[in-house]
């Protein structure tokens, strides 16, 4: 079957409380959706487990970095003492307490960056524009309404049986997020 080019850039269903809004996710992705998100002015228990949140790779990517740092900075010390030896006092060139400084000033620049870097790369930013934004009722997700935006590169998405199950799953108000093809607000 022929991949169908995004249509626009999906379906915004808005909710009245909180309850229906994660009984709806359960369902998308019980239905096979994967790509969608949900948007809701205060945490809701178990929202982030029924969106399909898993680990982060952010821990490893920030401990990678760590072990990195220090195995850089401590090498560095190292081939300088070697390669351009410095006799004081008849002390000894490798001298692990020296170095420690350095290693571990190393090993927290290069962890926080590679944790930064991984966030960034992770969650695709900088994102400067969404097109969630240029509806005219998404104002209302930061006050008193519940949001799931179904992003049109889903391979279960369809403008008519996405929007018809978000009815089912009790959506009160369905807007199509603007795109560059009209094919979704034709939709009724």
């Known amino acids: ?37 949900a948007y809701s002015p205060f945490p809701i ?57 350095i290693t571990f000033e190393l090993m927290v620049l290069f962890a926080v960056s590679a944790g930064i870097l991984a966030m960034l790369l992770l969650n695709r930013l900088p994102k400067l524009h969404h097109p969630v934004f240029e509806l005219e009722r998404f104002g209302l997700a930061s006050l008193d309404r519940f949001f799931i935006v179904v992003d049109s590169e889903d391979e279960h998405f369809h403008p008519g049986k996405s929007r018809g199950l978000l009815k089912r799953l009790g959506a009160v108000r369905i807007e199509a997020m603007p795109g560059p093809d009209p094919e979704i607000e034709a939709e009724p």
Do not use: C, W
């Open 1 to 37: 079957m022929a991949r169908r080019p995004p249509l626009a850039h999906g379906l915004a269903a808005e909710f009245n409380d909180a309850d229906v809004l994660l009984e709806a996710v359960k369902r998308l992705r019980a239905e096979g959706y994967r790509r969608f998100e």
């Open 45 to 101: 228990e178990g929202l982030a487990e029924a969106e399909g949140f898993k680990e982060s790779k952010i821990a490893l990517a920030t401990l990678l970095g760590g072990f990195a740092g220090a195995a850089i900075g401590y090498g560095m010390q190292v081939y300088t003492n070697l390669d351009f030896p410095i006799d004081i006092g008849g002390r000894p060139l490798l001298l692990a307490p020296a170095f420690v400084l």
